[in-house]
């Protein structure tokens, strides 16, 4: 029988090899490979072509929504599994749109994360249940550009500093900023990062 084979993206080592080991025990499983951030795992994916990825979201290089959004559109095949401590409905919500076919909290029993990759390998999806209630209950008012230059600005970088790494004009950013103030009824640009951050939604 071919066992279903899975990457793991996990820039905690202990966490990542008690996981690798708890999914080693499988019989239908096999992790053939462990990266402590986005970049490495990536190079992983494409040598390796994994059935599944396991994934963190926040992790060094990359977040694991990048690499989930790359992997979906590289190697549709390989199918992605957020691991996370985060229970924001906002990242759920992120990552289905990237592709994500499963989202479970890291305290999740072994026995539910190997239940999970069976699922997704057969087809379906496998998202924490309370998780799946809350991730439509609020809608995130960011577009894309608005979130990446408030992402930024919540790294103290300036308008200017900003406008180079987005490859845009001063002014945009300035108007970016401060739509993104605006809709989320934010004192300051830290204020506003802030807040999305603990939505879910940067």
């Known amino acids: 029988m071919k066992k279903i084979s899975i990457v793991i993206a996990e820039d905690q080592l202990m966490l990542a090899t008690t996981l690798s080991s708890l999914l080693n025990l499988e019989p239908d499983m096999e992790?053939?490979?462990?990266?402590?951030?986005?970049?490495?795992?990536?190079?992983?994916?494409?040598?390796?072509?994994?059935d599944i990825?396991?994934?963190?979201?926040?992790?060094?290089?990359?977040?694991?929504?990048?690499?989930?959004?790359?992997v979906q559109k590289e190697l549709p095949e390989t199918r992605v599994i957020i691991v996370t401590t985060f229970a924001r409905p906002g990242y759920l919500r992120r990552a289905i749109d990237v592709g994500a076919k499963g989202y479970l909290l890291k305290d999740s029993p072994g026995e539910a994360v190997a239940a999970a990759i069976r699922e997704v390998i057969k087809g379906g999806r496998a998202i924490d249940p309370q998780l799946s209630k809350l991730a439509w209950s609020e809608e995130d008012p960011l577009t894309n550009r608005e979130r990446q230059a408030l992402r930024l600005a919540g790294e103290g970088l300036s308008n200017v500093k900003i406008a180079e790494q987005m490859h845009l004009n001063e002014g945009t950013v300035r108007n970016y900023i401060s739509e993104s103030m605006s809709k989320l009824q934010a004192v300051n640009r830290i204020d506003a990062a802030r807040i999305a951050k603990g939505k879910g939604w940067l």
């Open 31 to 50: 992790v053939i490979g462990c990266a402590p951030n986005g970049e490495e795992a990536l190079g992983l994916i494409r040598r390796l072509g994994p």
């Open 53 to 70: 990825l396991l994934t963190d979201i926040e992790m060094p290089m990359m977040t694991g929504l990048e690499l989930a959004s790359i």
